[in-house]
Each structure stands twice: as structure tokens, then as C-alpha cells.
């Protein structure tokens, strides 16, 4: 993107870019904290109720790379306002709902929308600035944005739902999105990728979203359905053919979705698999928390939102800290420090009691995984663009968030299977008056102790396999080129 034709300046553009990401980003965990009221105000059932926020992160992430390439090809800006279109009528009609149907498709056309916007946000952000200290710094803010949004949308989530009700986790998006559409033409230049010829793989996409929703299906029906039941095995064979019909897709198509070749660049490879067990873990640590704070201490809406205030202030500087380190130090041994500090974080929610105190219990956790968080989300956005040919920097962001967007949705579906399989296996011998909360607590630490294996393989793997800045970010790793 040519600056010099930018009326308003880098920074203006920037910042309309990040206010959309932040708005999408926040729409993964605002909801959470509204669950509980969504669930008897439509009538949802315990295992439905994940479906609210799994067919967001799901129908983000699957098609994320779409969005990532047809703003290369056909204009970022262009895309950005379809996107947000998109994403701000869909917010509105999903406050109207009426049933859970018509809200589960009222988000997933949210996370359509999403997926559109938040690829070619991040590529108008990084055509903004050179590489070096100056994007980095960029980065760094995107970053804490990315961080903030997750904590934000609790905080938020729990003032609106307590203050308005449920929808308004919804409507609040509407006024967002207008402005941001009504700005576009005026703070954001039209540019494209190097390479604005071609056409984009929608039967690329729709293989592999649907390929992932059939095993997140199969995931969250296992359980009541059995894992050796006709119905569950047949949704993971589905789920295995459509994941491979889109890998054979992709070698053959002249413009795929996702030319495989990219990840003869090691740092990105690395980032985008540190990338999903991070998400794996983090989505699932706002849901988990955000139960465990309303049905086991009997918190409101509004005082769980409050209690998250710790955690976004914490990423925030955490975030703003990491920009400059890494500038410094260079990203793979922040990112390791990163994941060592939410480790711990994951670790002490392993020992959350069933009378829990806030100061005691919880915050020292939620402090130890924000500080984390915060050096976390920054390199691993460095490292998943560094070495990458300008022509291609929109689907290397595309997919990093993509694979924090699918690691989220596998990891709420499968740590949600740990934590109720647990549930169901400690009711059946508790007695006593508190024996529902107490084996729900049982299930909590569960999930929260396969998250603290799950960061500690990532410690392991960051370690081992990401190069340093500069050292390697471009050697092949074996991958065949599409």
C-alpha cells in the first residue's frame, strides 16, 4: 500500500483496521459470559449450548484463507466493507432471535463475516509498514488488541447482559460496524497483493469447514452418542474424507485456497502449529472460567465480566512489553516465556476449589495466563509473516488466525468432552447437597490440566522447531510444494 496516497495517514488506517479486528475478536468471547442467559431464554441443552460460540470460531476459521485471497485479489478495501456489512447485519439479526436455530445461523454468518474482515484487516496493517521496528511496533499493538478483545468481550458480555439482556451482546456490534462502513472509503486506500490475477478455491473452503464441523459433530455427540457408535464413527470417516478431498483440492487446483508450498517457510509452519494449541487452550479457558465463576460461585453476569478486568489490563502491558522484546530478543524466546508463564496459569486452575476465592483462587491463575497471553499473541504474529513474499501476506494472516480459530473449536469441543466425561463419571458416586457442583468442579480441573500438557508440548515445540529472527525463517522443512 502506497502511503503517499493515503489522505489520513498510516496510523488512521491502522486504526480503523484494528477497532474491526478488535470488534471480531471480541465477538469469540463476549458471548460466554451470556451463555447462561441465552440457554434458558431459547431453550438450549447443556451440549447444544457450546454450539453458540462453536459455529462462530468454526465458520471463522474455515474460511479465513478465502477471505485472506479474495482481498488480494479483488481489493481490501472492497472486502473489508463487504465483510463488515456482512458481519454488522448479521449481529443485528441475531439479536432478534427467537430460537436457537436462527441464532446458531445468525453467528455463523457472523463468522463468515469475520472471516472476510479479520485476514484483510490484518494484510492493510502490514502493507502499512516495512518489516523491521516499525512494524513490529504495529504488530505488537495489533496483537494486545487481539489479546484485550478476548477479556474485553467478557467484561463487555457481562455489563450488557446484566444491564439489557442477552441480545445486546449482539446489537452492541451495530453502531460499530455503520461507522466503520461509513469510514472505510475515506481511511482506507485501495490496494490488492502483488500477484491480483486469479481466482480463489471456494470449493476449497466449503471441504474444509465442512470437514472440521463434521469433527467438532463428531467430538461433542461422542459422549451421549458413544465413541464406537455407528453415528459417531461414520462422522469421523466423513470428517477424514472431506478433510482429505480438501488437500487433494488444493495440490490440484491452479489457485488454491492454501498453496501448500508456503510452508517451506519455517517460521511460519511452526508459528501456525504453536498457533493452534494456543488457541486449543485459550478459547476454552474463557468458557471453563466463565462457568465456573456464575454456576459454582454464583457470580452475576455483570460481577464475572468485572473480574476479567485483571486479565485485559494484564495483556495489555504484557502485549505493549512484548513488541519492543521482540524487537530486541526476537520472537522465539518470548513466545517460549510466553507459554512457560501460561502454563502455570493453566496449572493453578487445576486446584480451583469448589468455595473459591477470587483474590486466593483465582486471580493468581488469570494474572499468570494473561501475562502469558500478552507474549504470546505478538511473536507468534511476527513469526507467522516473517519471510514472506508481499504477494502472499494475506494468506499467511489468514492463516495464523485460522489456526487459532480451529485449535479453539477443537480444543472447546474435546476439553468440553474431558471435562463432561469427568462430570459424568464423579456424579455417579458423589452424594451430599453440593455433589452437582462439586463433580462439575471435578471436570474443570480435567480440561484445565489437559491445557497445561497441551502448553507445555507448545514450550517443547517452540524450543525445538522455531528458528530464530533471521535464522532459518525461510528453510524448507520438508514440505512438498504445492
Do not use: C
Not at 80 to 88: D, K, N, P, R, S
Amino acid at each position: 500500500m502506497d502511503s503517499s496516497r493515503n489522505p489520513v495517514g498510516p496510523w488512521a488506517t491502522f486504526s480503523l483496521a484494528s477497532i474491526a479486528q478488535l470488534m471480531i475478536i471480541l465477538d469469540v468471547s463476549i458471548i460466554n459470559v451470556a451463555l447462561p442467559s441465552i440457554q434458558r431464554g431459547l431453550h438450549f441443552s447443556n451440549a447444544d449450548l457450546q454450539w453458540v460460540v462453536n459455529i462462530y470460531v468454526l465458520l471463522f476459521g474455515g474460511f479465513l484463507l478465502l477471505g485472506g485471497r479474495a482481498g488480494d485479489l479483488w481489493g481490501r478495501r472492497r472486502l473489508f466493507m463487504i465483510g463488515m456489512v456482512l458481519f454488522t447485519t448479521a449481529s443485528l439479526f441475531g439479536g432478534l432471535a427467537q430460537n436457537g436455530g436462527w441464532l446458531v445461523a445468525a453467528r455463523a454468518a457472523q463468522g463468515l463475516g469475520g472471516a472476510i474482515i479479520s485476514p484483510v484487516a490484518f494484510a492493510i496493517v502490514t502493507s502499512l509498514f516495512p518489516e523491521g521496528p516499525q512494524r513490529n511496533k504495529a504488530v505488537g499493538i495489533y496483537g494486545a488488541l487481539a489479546g484485550f478483545g478476548g477479556a474485553l468481550g467478557v467484561l463487555l458480555g457481562g455489563v450488557l447482559t446484566s444491564g439489557f439482556g442477552w441480545q445486546w451482546v449482539l446489537f452492541v456490534n451495530v453502531p460499530i460496524g455503520i461507522i466503520a462502513i461509513v469510514l472505510s472509503p475515506i481511511f482506507i486506500p485501495e490496494s490488492r497483493g502483488a500477484l491480483a490475477r486469479g481466482s480463489f478455491d471456494l470449493l476449497g473452503a466449503v471441504s474444509v469447514t465442512a470437514g472440521l464441523l463434521a469433527l467438532v459433530y463428531g467430538v461433542v455427540k461422542a459422549p451421549e452418542k458413544g465413541w464406537t457408535s455407528g453415528q459417531t464413527i461414520g462422522t469421523f470417516v466423513l470428517a477424514a474424507v472431506l478433510l482429505a478431498a480438501f488437500l487433494v483440492i488444493e495440490m490440484r487446483s491452479s489457485a488454491p485456497l492454501l498453496r501448500l508450498g508456503i510452508f517451506r517457510t519455517r517460521s511460519l509452519a511452526v508459528a501456525n502449529g504453536l498457533g493452534f494449541l494456543a488457541g486449543l487452550v485459550i478459547f476454552s479457558m474463557f468458557f471453563f472460567l466463565s462457568l465456573y465463576l456464575q454456576i459454582v460461585l454464583g457470580y452475576s453476569a455483570l460481577k464475572t465480566g468485572l473480574s476479567y478486568l485483571p486479565l485485559a489490563f494484564m495483556i495489555i502491558f504484557t502485549a505493549g512489553l512484548a513488541s519492543v522484546l521482540v524487537t530486541r530478543f526476537g520472537f522465539k524466546y518470548i513466545l517460549a516465556f510466553g507459554m512457560l508463564l501460561s502454563t502455570l496459569g493453566m496449572a493453578l486452575f487445576t486446584r480451583l476449589p469448589l468455595h473459591g476465592s477470587y483474590g486466593a483462587d483465582i486471580l493468581p491463575g488469570m494474572l499468570l495466563a494473561a501475562a502469558g497471553l500478552g507474549f504470546v499473541f505478538v511473536p507468534l504474529s511476527i513469526a507467522a509473516v516473517a519471510g514472506v513474499q508481499p504477494a502472499e501476506v494475506g494468506l499467511a494472516s489468514g492463516l495464523i488466525n485460522a489456526s487459532q480459530q480451529i485449535g479453539g473449536a477443537l480444543g472447546l469441543a474435546i476439553l468440553s468432552t474431558i471435562s463432561t466425561q469427568r462430570f459424568n463419571d464423579l456424579i455417579k458416586s458423589a452424594r451430599g447437597p453440593e455433589a452437582y457442583f462439586s463433580s462439575l468442579v471435578g471436570g474443570y480441573h480435567y480440561a484445565f490440566a489437559a491445557s497445561t500438557i497441551v502448553l507445555a508440548v507448545g514450550i517443547i515445540l517452540t524450543l525445538g522447531l522455531l528458528p530464530s529472527d533471521g535464522q532459518g525463517a525461510g528453510r524448507s522443512i520438508g514440505v512438498a510444494a504445492a
